[in-house]
């Protein structure tokens, strides 16, 4: 079994900042990529940022320059720092990590539950 715990959503003005937080647990052998993706009303789920196992980022266009991704990688765990947030930010963020569960399975995608942030005055 593997779970992904996220917190860190909420409410904030145009402007401000959340950091969203997620840990992976459970049987877990190795983990390539964890990343965010969101998904707004009537809209598809699009990443938002994703981070290697070797460090390597990658952004939403929209949100570079605002946004940055980090890990720590003995516990886990993904962080997204969100600054500068503006109202088209306001979606779910859903937290994801490709992984094994053993050094025989297939790398495999595992998601969260969401973690809702809304951005409004």
């Known amino acids: 079994q593997v779970q992904l715990v996220e917190s860190g959503g909420g409410l904030v003005q145009p402007g401000g900042s959340l950091r969203l937080s997620c840990a992976a647990s459970g049987s877990i052998f190795s983990i390539n990529a964890m990343g965010w993706y969101r998904q707004a009303p009537g809209k598809q789920r699009e990443l938002v940022a994703a981070i290697t196992d070797g460090g390597s980022t990658n952004f939403l266009d929209f949100v570079k320059g605002r946004f940055t991704i980090s890990r720590d990688y003995a516990k886990n765990t993904v962080y997204l720092q969100m600054n500068s947030l503006k109202p088209e930010d306001t979606a779910v963020y859903y937290c994801?990590?490709?992984?094994?569960?053993?050094?025989?399975?297939?790398?495999?995608?595992?998601w969260g539950q969401g973690t809702q942030v809304s951005v409004s005055s």
């Open positions: 994801n990590a490709e992984l094994r569960r053993t050094w025989y399975d297939k790398v495999r995608d595992y």
